[in-house]
């Protein structure tokens, strides 16, 4: 795996690096998020959702675990483990339907799944520099 860095100096050129990945992308795709909280997450999967030719509003999906887009040249599946602790929580709110999407899934907080789910994620790292600059890490082989 060859890892590229970005840094971003502004949400629109995070957006904009989410978007270049939803061009691209392919049925089956899971993309693992990482970072902390304001650091950008929900921000790339609004580009990678106007990437794909979504139109609605994204919004993190904190509180409902998972918002389904559609509209565009893929659905985009969008899930938030922030507010699961436990491998066992995330095994019994049955996300492993999207580890294998029929269209794009973007997890938040996918280090939560742990090693042992057997299953393959493309990783994004978004890391907070300051207030304006985010060092965005991610498998460029395939983006």
């Given at each position: 795996?060859?890892?590229?860095?970005?840094?971003?100096?502004?949400?629109?050129?995070?957006?904009?690096?989410g978007e270049?990945?939803g061009?691209?992308?392919?049925a089956?795709?899971?993309?693992?998020?990482?970072?902390d909280?304001?650091?950008g997450?929900?921000?790339?999967?609004?580009?990678?959702?106007?990437g794909?030719?979504?139109?609605a509003r994204?919004h993190s999906?904190?509180f409902?675990?998972?918002n389904?887009?559609g509209?565009?040249r893929l659905?985009?599946?969008?899930?938030?483990?922030y507010?699961?602790?436990?491998?066992?929580?995330?095994?019994s709110?049955g996300?492993?339907?999207?580890?294998?999407?029929?269209g794009?899934?973007?997890?938040?907080?996918?280090?939560?799944?742990?090693?042992?789910?057997?299953k393959?994620?493309?990783?994004?790292?978004?890391?907070i520099?300051?207030?304006?600059?985010r060092k965005?890490?991610?498998?460029?082989t395939?983006?």
């Amino acid at each position: 795996m060859r890892m590229a860095t970005f840094i971003s100096h502004s949400p629109a050129e995070t957006e904009a690096l989410g978007e270049r990945l939803g061009r691209t992308a392919a049925a089956g795709l899971v993309i693992g998020l990482t970072g902390d909280l304001g650091a950008g997450k929900t921000q790339f999967v609004r580009g990678l959702a106007r990437g794909l030719g979504v139109t609605a509003r994204v919004h993190s999906p904190t509180f409902t675990l998972v918002n389904e887009y559609g509209g565009g040249r893929l659905k985009l599946f969008h899930l938030d483990l922030y507010r699961l602790e436990t491998a066992e929580q995330i095994r019994s709110a049955g996300i492993e339907e999207f580890l294998a999407p029929d269209g794009v899934a973007v997890i938040e907080w996918v280090e939560r799944l742990g090693a042992g789910t057997g299953k393959k994620w493309l990783p994004v790292k978004l890391e907070i520099v300051n207030e304006s600059e985010r060092k965005i890490s991610y498998d460029d082989t395939g983006a």
